[in-house]
């Protein structure tokens, strides 16, 4: 290869082991969500302000110029409720297009509440249908888990179920020891992890996770530390060899961490040079991976092994490490290394540690001295058993395959809350306990089971538990014996009433034929089409599926308007009501409505009232709606459309602002006009019924009118002539402004305009005016000539 290609990717995180891969793909994922935190936490500052606001910035910066094309969603955690687990909400589900709705629901984000990350990923993921489909998630966080999961195992079942998931996670201003959760997150599902400290590491590190998920590329990580997990050194030289006899480093770079991008996949050979010592590795990396390498420059640490009892045989896989330096004044300790290797070797310089084991969820600590010289063997007690875990919906029936939710927790406490000890998405899941009683349940759809179990240390048991649950099938038709309805229903299942009537709600779905895993029982279903409603009541059995077909006895009607006969239906700026049929007081009830120009309802088979209004034209029509039949309905609106201007003389332009319009009917009996519409802009389009009417309009002091014929299906231009012009009024002095048109016959004066301003210009009548200036006793006043079309000025003193 003659050309190096160098790419330095700031802010990765220590990824532990020898060789952490990242599993990528060469194409685009469908779909992607951003997880945002917004715990209590983001209110803390770093370099360049708040992290929240700072983090508001830098997602907006990168989804505004995200490729329009890209599926993006967003979830937040934390922005709801204080000391709140479960406040995770998907904000804006992934689409094309999604820019303008992402950054409209970033900068409402007020940080509050927890750090549940864990259980945000895992319905991220779920709503990506990561096991049917290549699904990315970027999580952006300042902070570990705070609601009991474990991001480890989490992306553990996350990576083992899924199609092809990964989570690319960029930890933000995180303190030194708290990564590790979110680095195994990344790893374990393929994805990137990267530090970010400040404004622009956040956003470079945003750039660098959404490229990965565009057109992921094959890259080569190298990471220099003096101890496994540790911090990185610099002044290390790296050189990247080829495979084969050639002698020749294809790439070269220094640093404590340097990467390259990679012009293709295969296996190459790393050599680290630190102070004379060379460290060799072998690095093989496939099409869009990304695979990083730690050299540690150190022999002296020790190597681990955890076992289930004494006298056990030691695990070969699933157990992850921690390890923490000497305790300070205050009892806290600082992480000095790590690994995800069943059996590693941490390379820590001579001292006083703290040794963490962890399978599954059972874990264990010793004490550790360590001395120079060769490493030294440490054994790690874990003190757990196994769970292999299955459900039943009924005695007989074999075990669940899909679809179920496991949650282990301890014994309650004195005040009988239950801790979460883990959790599994897999059907029939194998879970690492400590041992002890436990509290075993299981969620499937809506139905949940529990069983109080005792794990065994070094024991492996089956529990199967029984949920006790049957299946509904549902489904909808708008006329007995008609075809089930295939899309836009919604589904809500109730218990049965408690002693005040009320039904808790039991399950819910959006599905057109849903099938629903119920307790055993009985329950009222409920379906919905549009504005059509209908239900039923079912009895659940254990063990048995249900088929239900609800018969809604409605039809659907296409409504569409027209200004006139044989005109065109009107494309937009239509509102819709349906109104039922009156009741004993005339009163008609609304049945439905919508903003579409042409929508299709679907109602309940009867009578009912329809109204569409088209700016200020209104027209009601009696419809009828057929069960099982779609009616199209077009109502003849016979309205036009005036759009008015004001001039100030004849041929000028448009007056262009300070304007208010009021349009009037025609007069009754005893000559009153009712307002018909308004408007404050410069040009209104007034849409109104066909006739006449009166149009009236008032700028500054000059007010004016004027007739207009409004006939159906067309535009009428109509300028009113105001025949004014401008006076511009200033002064020195303080005081009011006070403006009046000419004497009458009697001598009176009709005040046009009055202000406190000390500068004041307004629109008068064309034709003589009486400008008076006012302070307190002291007044001074002017006759002044207003020509139309013209802007006159006067300055006047109060004197």
Request: aromatic content about 6%.
């Given at each position: 290869?003659?050309r190096?290609l160098t790419?330095?990717l700031t802010?990765w995180?220590?990824?532990?082991?020898t060789?952490?891969?990242?599993?990528?793909?060469t194409?685009?994922?469908?779909?992607a969500?951003?997880?945002f935190?917004?715990s209590?936490?983001?209110?803390?500052q770093?370099?360049g302000g708040?992290k929240?606001?700072?983090a508001?910035?830098a997602?907006s910066?990168?989804?505004?110029?995200?490729?329009?094309?890209m599926?993006?969603?967003?979830?937040?955690?934390?922005h709801?409720?204080?000391?709140?687990?479960?406040?995770?909400?998907l904000?804006?589900?992934p689409?094309?297009g999604s820019?303008?709705a992402?950054?409209?629901?970033?900068?409402?984000?007020e940080p509050?509440g927890?750090t549940?990350?864990?259980?945000?990923?895992?319905?991220?993921?779920?709503?990506?249908?990561f096991?049917e489909?290549k699904a990315?998630?970027i999580?952006?966080?300042?902070?570990?888990e705070?609601?009991?999961?474990?991001?480890?195992?989490?992306?553990?079942?996350l990576?083992?179920?899924g199609?092809?998931?990964?989570?690319h996670?960029i930890?933000?201003?995180?303190?030194?020891g708290e990564s590790?959760?979110l680095e195994c997150?990344?790893?374990?599902?393929?994805?990137?992890?990267?530090?970010?400290?400040?404004?622009?590491s956040?956003?470079s590190s945003l750039?660098?996770?959404?490229?990965q998920?565009a057109?992921?590329?094959?890259?080569?990580?190298?990471?220099?530390?003096k101890?496994?997990g540790g911090?990185l050194?610099?002044?290390v030289?790296?050189?990247?060899?080829?495979e084969?006899?050639?002698e020749k480093a294809l790439?070269n770079?220094t640093?404590?961490r340097?990467?390259?991008?990679?012009?293709k996949?295969?296996?190459?050979t790393?050599?680290?040079?630190l102070n004379?010592k060379v460290?060799?590795?072998?690095?093989?990396?496939k099409?869009g991976?990304?695979?990083?390498k730690?050299v540690?420059?150190?022999?002296t640490g020790?190597?681990?092994?955890a076992?289930d009892k004494?006298?056990g045989?030691?695990f070969?896989?699933?157990?992850?490490?921690d390890?923490?330096?000497?305790?300070?004044?205050?009892?806290n300790r600082?992480?000095?290394?790590?690994?995800?290797e069943a059996?590693p070797f941490?390379?820590?310089?001579?001292?006083?540690?703290?040794?963490?084991?962890?399978?599954?969820?059972a874990?264990?600590?010793?004490?550790?001295?360590?001395?120079?010289?060769p490493?030294q063997e440490?054994k790690?007690i874990?003190?757990?058993g196994?769970?292999k875990?299955s459900a039943i919906?009924a005695?007989?029936?074999?075990p669940?395959t899909?679809?179920?939710a496991w949650?282990?927790?301890?014994?309650?406490?004195?005040?009988?809350?239950?801790?979460?000890?883990?959790?599994?998405?897999?059907a029939?899941?194998?879970l690492t306990?400590?041992?002890g009683?436990?509290?075993?349940?299981v969620?499937?759809?809506n139905?949940?089971?529990?069983m109080?179990v005792e794990?065994?240390?070094?024991v492996?048991?089956?529990?199967?538990?029984?949920i006790?649950s049957?299946?509904?099938?549902?489904?909808?038709?708008?006329?007995e014996?008609g075809?089930?309805?295939a899309?836009?229903?919604a589904?809500?299942?109730f218990?049965e009433?408690?002693a005040e009537g009320n039904?808790p709600?039991a399950?819910?779905s959006?599905?057109?034929?849903?099938?629903?895993?119920?307790?055993?029982?009985?329950?009222?279903?409920?379906?919905?089409v549009?504005?059509a409603?209908?239900?039923?009541?079912?009895?659940?059995?254990?063990?048995?599926?249900?088929?239900?077909?609800?018969t809604l006895?409605?039809g659907?009607v296409?409504?569409s308007a027209?200004?006139?006969?044989?005109?065109?239906p009107?494309?937009?700026?239509?509102?819709w009501?349906?109104?039922?049929?009156a009741?004993?007081?005339?009163?008609?009830p609304?049945a439905?409505y919508?903003?579409?120009a042409?929508p299709?309802?679907?109602?309940p088979a009867?009578?009912y009232?329809?109204?569409v209004?088209?700016g200020?034209?209104?027209?009601?029509q009696e419809i009828e709606v057929?069960?099982?039949k779609?009616?199209?309905?077009?109502v003849i609106?016979?309205?036009g459309?005036v759009?008015?201007?004001?001039?100030?003389?004849?041929g000028?332009?448009?007056?262009?602002?300070g304007?208010?319009w009021?349009?009037?009917?025609?007069?009754?009996a005893?000559g009153?006009?009712?307002?018909?519409?308004?408007?404050?802009?410069a040009q209104p389009?007034?849409r109104l019924?066909?006739?006449k009417?009166?149009?009236?309009?008032t700028?500054g002091g000059?007010?004016a009118?004027?007739?207009?014929?409004?006939?159906?299906?067309?535009m009428?231009?109509k300028?009113?002539?105001?025949?004014?012009?401008?006076?511009?009024l200033?002064?020195s002095?303080?005081?009011g402004w006070?403006?009046?048109?000419?004497q009458?016959a009697e001598?009176?004066?009709?005040?046009l305009?009055?202000?406190y301003?000390?500068n004041?210009k307004v629109?008068l009548p064309?034709g003589k005016?009486?400008v008076?200036r006012s302070?307190?006793?002291?007044?001074a006043?002017q006759?002044?000539?207003i020509?139309?079309n013209?802007?006159?000025e006067?300055?006047?003193?109060?004197?």
């Open positions: 290869m003659k190096i790419s330095v802010g995180a220590m990824l532990i082991g060789t952490a891969v990242v599993a990528q793909q194409t685009a994922p469908s779909k969500i951003i997880v935190d917004a209590g936490s983001m209110y803390g770093v370099p708040v929240i606001d700072i508001k910035k997602v910066d990168i989804v505004g110029t995200a490729d329009p094309a599926e993006l969603g967003l979830m937040a955690y934390g709801r409720k204080k000391g709140d687990c479960e406040d995770i909400e904000l804006v589900p689409q094309a820019s303008a992402i950054l409209k629901a970033v900068a409402a984000l509050k927890k549940p990350l864990t259980a945000a990923v895992i319905q991220a993921a779920k709503y990506l249908k096991e489909a990315s998630v999580l952006v966080s300042d902070g570990v705070t609601c009991d999961k474990d991001p480890c195992m989490a992306a553990e079942e990576e083992r179920l199609i092809d998931f990964t989570c996670v930890g933000f201003d995180l303190k030194p590790s959760g997150l990344a790893k374990k599902t393929g994805g990137m992890y990267l530090a970010a400290k400040d404004a622009a956040l956003k750039e660098v996770a959404m490229k998920v057109k992921p590329v094959t890259t080569l990580v190298m990471e220099a530390k101890s496994s911090e050194i610099s002044g030289s790296f050189e990247v060899f080829g084969g006899a050639n790439f770079g640093g404590g340097w990467s390259i991008e990679l012009p996949a295969g296996k190459y790393i050599s680290a040079k004379g460290i060799e590795l072998d690095a093989s990396l099409e991976e990304t695979v990083t730690e540690v420059f150190s022999e020790l190597k681990a092994v076992y004494e006298g045989t030691a070969e896989k699933d157990v992850s490490w390890l923490y330096g000497p305790a300070d004044a205050e009892g600082v992480k000095s290394g790590y690994s995800y059996k941490l390379k820590v310089a001579a001292g006083t540690y703290l040794l963490k084991a962890v399978r599954g969820n874990s264990a600590s010793v004490d550790v001295v360590v001395k120079e010289g490493p440490v790690v874990l003190g757990s196994n769970l875990l919906s005695e007989g029936q074999p669940i899909k679809d179920l949650d282990i927790y301890t014994p309650p406490d004195a005040e009988g809350q239950r801790k979460k000890l883990g959790y599994s998405y897999d029939q899941p194998k306990l400590p041992s009683p436990c509290l075993v349940t969620v499937y759809g139905a949940k089971g529990q109080e794990v065994k240390a070094g492996t048991q089956d529990i199967v538990v029984l006790g049957g299946k509904l099938k549902l489904a909808v038709v708008m006329e014996g075809t089930p309805v899309k836009d229903v589904w809500d299942v218990g009433a408690d039904r709600k399950a819910y959006y599905e057109a034929q849903p099938t629903l895993s119920l307790p055993a029982g009985k329950f009222l279903v409920q379906a919905v549009g504005n409603k209908g239900t039923a009541t079912v009895e659940i059995k254990a063990g048995a599926t249900l088929e239900k077909i609800i006895g409605a659907r296409k409504l027209l200004a006139t006969e044989g005109a065109e009107i494309a937009k700026d239509l509102a009501d349906i109104f039922g049929a009741d004993a007081e005339g009163t008609r609304k439905g919508s903003y579409e042409q299709t309802l679907s109602l009867g009578k009232l329809a109204q209004a088209w200020n034209a209104t027209v009601k057929a069960a099982g779609l009616k199209e309905i077009a609106l016979n309205a459309t759009a008015a201007t004001a001039v100030m003389t004849e000028a332009d448009p007056a262009p602002d304007l208010s009021d349009v009037f009917g025609e007069p009754n005893e009153e006009r009712t307002k018909v519409a308004y408007s404050y802009d389009k007034f019924i066909a006739g009417y009166l149009v009236t309009v700028r000059v007010a009118k004027s007739e207009v014929e409004v006939i159906g299906g067309k009428i231009p300028a009113v002539n105001l025949n004014a012009g401008t006076l511009k200033s002064s002095t303080p005081g006070d403006i009046y048109g000419p009458d001598g009176n004066r009709k005040k305009s009055y202000s301003d000390q004041f629109a064309a005016a009486l008076v302070e307190g006793q002291k007044k006043e006759e002044v000539e020509k139309a013209t802007l006159s006067l300055t006047l003193d109060a004197k």
